[in-house]
């Protein structure tokens, strides 16, 4: 099969051989494709191995003759976002759960969009702890794996009074009212799930809730592996003044 001309963001490439990358890419019309760039080494290759780096939107041309397409030639669309601190991890954790919970060769035009348009709000300094949980929202949803945010498991409205879990398999569940302080301060409030499910900015306070009910859903897709980025962005400094950021 032959891609021409297919936009894409690069997640991730590594060394390969000793002039050679290997790059998975989110594309638009093919999903995720991992792509065999050789000889990409040489001096005579700098443009091509910048438009390869990791957060880069480009458009490339390929082969696909089994598992892996071999590239035929890539350019960049822009400039990548030039970014650093939280906002670095951040990325990096972006491209890291969406080559985790995505496999290759399922189209998500959805998703790619939803990727396109996190990429752009890093690039403009938006909050990050919003920005992060309105991907894990999308991505959630792309892959079918999503939830009515508005709903209780049970199909009752979600009471922004109350708190909640977050059950991978059934959505949102009430906590009991008995529940020890730190648990219920582990749960969701309501409120912060009615604004995920309106896209409206949720209040400060709810943020560090809608992380936690969040990643608890990650968790359980992604296996007992957890994520590099969750290190990462847990060892910034401040981050213990800043619990709604960290990824998942």
Request: proline share 6%; hydrophobic share 45%; aromatic share 6%.
């Amino acid at each position: 099969m032959r891609i021409s001309g297919e936009p894409g963001f690069v997640l991730h490439a590594r060394a390969w051989r000793e002039t050679s990358l290997l790059v998975e890419v989110l594309s638009a019309n093919h999903g995720r494709v991992g792509l065999v760039a050789r000889g990409v080494q040489g001096p005579k290759r700098h443009a091509l191995r910048a438009a390869l780096q990791p957060l880069q939107w480009i458009r490339f041309d390929a082969v696909q003759r089994g598992e892996l397409a071999q590239l035929r030639g890539a350019e960049a669309m822009d400039a990548a976002p030039r970014l650093a601190g939280e906002a670095m991890v951040s990325a990096f954790y972006l491209n890291e759960l969406t080559l985790r919970l995505l496999p290759r060769g399922d189209a998500l035009p959805e998703l790619f969009l939803a990727y396109a348009g996190t990429r752009e709000r890093l690039r403009q300094g938006a909050p990050l702890a919003w920005t992060l949980r309105r991907y894990e929202r999308d991505l959630l949803e792309a892959l079918g794996i999503g939830f009515d945010w508005s709903l209780e498991a049970g199909g009752n409205p979600v009471d922004p009074a109350a708190r909640y879990r977050i059950d991978p398999e059934s959505g949102p569940l009430r906590m009991l009212s008995d529940r020890g302080a730190s648990d219920r301060r582990q749960g969701a409030t309501g409120r912060g799930l009615l604004a995920l499910a309106a896209d409206e900015v949720p209040e400060p306070g709810d943020l560090a809730g809608l992380r936690h009910a969040l990643r608890s859903v990650l968790s359980h897709h992604l296996g007992p592996r957890g994520l590099k980025s969750w290190e990462m962005l847990a060892g910034l400094p401040g981050r213990a003044a800043r619990p709604d950021v960290a990824g998942g």
